[in-house]
């Protein structure tokens, strides 16, 4: 491999990884708002969640390349599913755990359930969510690693895999230092990113 196909490689994983991180943590975010916001669909969906949320994710990674195709966003959908589940059920049990005086608070100034949304509920649950995050790039980066060891032609997994095929232990071996590298990179940013946010609360 030279050095451009080796930053190809490179960029696409961290693409995968970042795109996955922030759409698995938005949606995850958003659905748990929806479970706390409606009973009903919360009595609905949490045994579902808790179900796909202890499945095994390498065992969707086969039906997302036969459903998407073998491209990245098959990849990037792999990484959104090992972590959006295990996002929803955390954030939707910090929701439930916040303080009952403040909800009630709210209420009695006449509030809605949006101002407590957005005035105890999700400042209430910012640490929560940071340490969900820091959790979940770790878990997309393992759920895009198993997308391209199964449907990719581009990213380190597909390298590792490659590399196993034609005996270059050299770049399996690069390939996973490398991964490890970007993992703790991300990791050391959403570190940077949480200790501000706590500052300034």
Avoid at 37 to 50: A, F, G, I, Q, T
Avoid at 120 to 142: A, D, E, Q, Y
Avoid at 145 to 158: K, P, T
Wanted: net charge positive; hydrophobic share 50%; charged share 15%.
């Amino acid at each position: 491999q030279n050095s451009g196909e080796l930053w190809l490689h490179i960029g696409t994983s961290c693409l995968e990884v970042v795109v996955g991180f922030v759409l698995g943590t938005l949606f995850g975010t958003l659905i748990a708002i929806g479970l706390w916001w409606s009973e009903l669909l919360s009595r609905v969906l949490d045994p579902y969640l808790v179900v796909l949320n202890s499945l095994p994710k390498s065992a969707l990674a086969p039906l997302l390349i036969v459903w998407l195709g073998a491209n990245l966003k098959s990849v990037i959908v792999s990484g959104i599913s090992v972590a959006i589940f295990g996002t929803v059920l955390n954030l939707y049990t910090g929701f439930c755990e916040v303080d009952p005086d403040k909800i009630k608070l709210i209420y009695t100034l006449q509030g809605t359930k949006r101002d407590v949304l957005r005035k105890v509920m999700l400042p209430g649950t910012v640490p929560l969510l940071l340490s969900v995050m820091k959790v979940n790039i770790g878990l997309c980066l393992v759920g895009v690693v198993i997308g391209e060891f199964i449907g990719a032609r581009e990213g380190l997994g597909y390298l590792i895999i490659y590399g196993s095929q034609v005996f270059r232990l050299d770049w399996v071996m690069m390939s996973i230092v490398l991964l490890c590298m970007i993992a703790m990179l991300l990791y050391g940013l959403l570190g940077l990113i949480e200790k501000r946010c706590l500052r300034r609360r």
